[in-house]
């Protein structure tokens, strides 16, 4: 019998863990082998596609990469502190402490987009709305399938995932915190929960679509000519 694991095998299996502790975790992992985690997971993530180069505005702070996107990775401990800090920050955290305190590490992806004219020299939000046009079409779905490998990578190596919007993380007080600019668009806060979740007896959330779309006549269509 063939037991050869296909990468379409973790592309299926993937699905939404939403892991939702209500006290801090102990993490599964040492501080070591979280920084492995992660730098394997980026590795993943520097391998997807992309088309245009960010604007020569980003290249700096020691980020110097032409990569449309950007990562912010934070180990267990870091999420920790993050999780207390929220707790006094304006608005309030909700759920996304609860996936702080479980998580194994967190990686945030941004997205650099494309502006025009001028530009706030302080910013209160990300630029929204942003300029619709093919260069930040290109940048956005580059960043979309560094994230999908990401969760992919996650899926193969056994760590549940969730792909979230960020909620408070998007703010300006959290952003300050973290450091990361508000000229970038976040795109995906990725939280990487231990392997062991399932056996916590906390609550996890799949994800509400995620058996929907799967008959493939109902959204593709051959054509000839």
């Not at 245009?52 to 980020?63: E, F, I, P, R």
Request: proline share 7%; aromatic share 8%; charged share 25%.
């Amino acid at each position: 019998m063939n037991t050869e694991r296909h990468i379409g095998d973790d592309i299926k299996q993937r699905k939404t863990a939403k892991v939702l502790a209500d006290i801090p975790w102990k993490p599964s992992l040492n501080y070591s082998e979280q920084e492995e985690l992660i730098r394997d997971l980026l590795e993943l993530a520097a391998c997807a596609p992309y088309h245009y180069k960010s604007a020569a505005k980003y290249h700096t702070s020691g980020l110097e990469s032409p990569l449309p996107f950007r990562a912010y990775t934070l180990t267990s401990e870091t999420c920790r502190k993050l999780a207390d800090e929220l707790l006094s920050m304006n608005p309030p955290p909700g759920k996304i402490s609860n996936m702080l305190w479980a998580a194994e590490v967190l990686i945030m992806i941004t997205w650099l987009p494309d502006v025009f004219g001028d530009q706030p020299q302080e910013r209160e939000m990300e630029p929204l709305p942003f300029t619709g046009n093919i260069r930040n079409m290109e940048h956005i779905a580059a960043s979309s399938a560094a994230i999908q490998n990401i969760l992919i990578g996650a899926t193969q190596k056994g760590f549940p995932n969730y792909w979230s919007s960020g909620g408070v993380l998007r703010q300006k007080p959290a952003r300050r915190l973290l450091n990361v600019p508000l000229e970038e668009m976040l795109l995906g806060c990725l939280f990487i929960f231990p392997k062991d979740a399932y056996e916590r007896g906390v609550e996890i959330k799949a994800g509400k679509l995620h058996k929907e779309g799967k008959n493939i006549q109902t959204w593709s269509k051959s054509v000839t000519l």
